[in-house]
């Protein structure tokens, strides 16, 4: 429900600000906020565009505890090269007009699926576009930090064993965790995670004192 109210509040605020930017200045300007990113992430690029809201009346009148609200927009393009290398990803318009050789553009019916997808954001204090994208970004930081880890550099998602997965899954979090604990031990003598555990392996007294040791406290 509220997710499709936010939806309607930004699409009636954006339509004001096409039709009468000046206007809409004037009326608005004061709590409304837009900031747009662009990266490179996992071979892929990413586009985001974020639209914050503090004044939200009709909202806040149901619930009183949101104080501004927010829609993110979100598009990934995989990255496509050439025979050569060379960089031939298409632009965020060319891909949204017509896609691209990875990622064909789908029927109008059916939308974008994950290529593109919008979020509604909520926050109990204002927020301005800026903000509310620094805090999205957070959302992602698991994801980058533990499961693509997980996935990529220990094969969790390709793994085939099905007896004692889950204590594959337990020892695979341990290994993350001493793998992280050796890189605030020493960040800047330490090289990527993949060196971290050539480190390991090569001496195993590293990886025995991470586990038998009392570990001191980070806080």
């Not at 290398?85 to 990875?102: A, M």
């Not at 890189?183 to 993949?194: A, L, V």
């Not at 001496?203 to 806080?219: C, V």
Request: one cysteine or more.
């Amino acid at each position: 429900e509220l997710y499709a109210e936010l939806m309607r509040l930004f699409e009636g605020l954006s339509e004001d600000r096409e039709n009468n930017p000046e206007e809409f200045q004037d009326k608005y300007g004061s709590h409304y906020s837009e900031a747009k990113t662009e990266e490179k992430n996992r071979e892929r690029y990413e586009y985001r565009t974020v639209q914050s809201y503090s004044d939200p009346g009709g909202i806040q009148e149901r619930r009183p505890y949101i104080a501004s609200v927010g829609r993110a927009k979100q598009v990934r393009i995989m990255q496509i090269q050439d025979d050569r290398g060379n960089d031939i990803t298409p632009c965020l318009v060319g891909f949204l007009e017509e896609g691209s050789k990875k990622q064909p553009k789908r029927a109008a019916e059916e939308g974008m699926g994950n290529d593109a997808e919008w979020f509604g954001l909520a926050a109990s204090k204002v927020l301005n576009a800026e903000e509310m994208l620094k805090y999205k970004r957070k959302h992602w930081a698991i994801e980058n930090r533990l499961h693509y880890v997980l996935d990529e550099t220990f094969g969790e998602d390709k793994s085939t064993i099905k007896l004692g997965k889950n204590t594959m899954s337990l020892l695979r979090k341990c290994a993350y965790n001493i793998v992280r604990l050796l890189q605030m031990e020493n960040p800047e003598g330490q090289g990527g995670i993949p060196d971290i555990i050539d480190n390991v392996c090569d001496n195993l007294k590293i990886g025995l004192q991470m586990i038998f040791s009392p570990i001191p406290s980070r806080y």
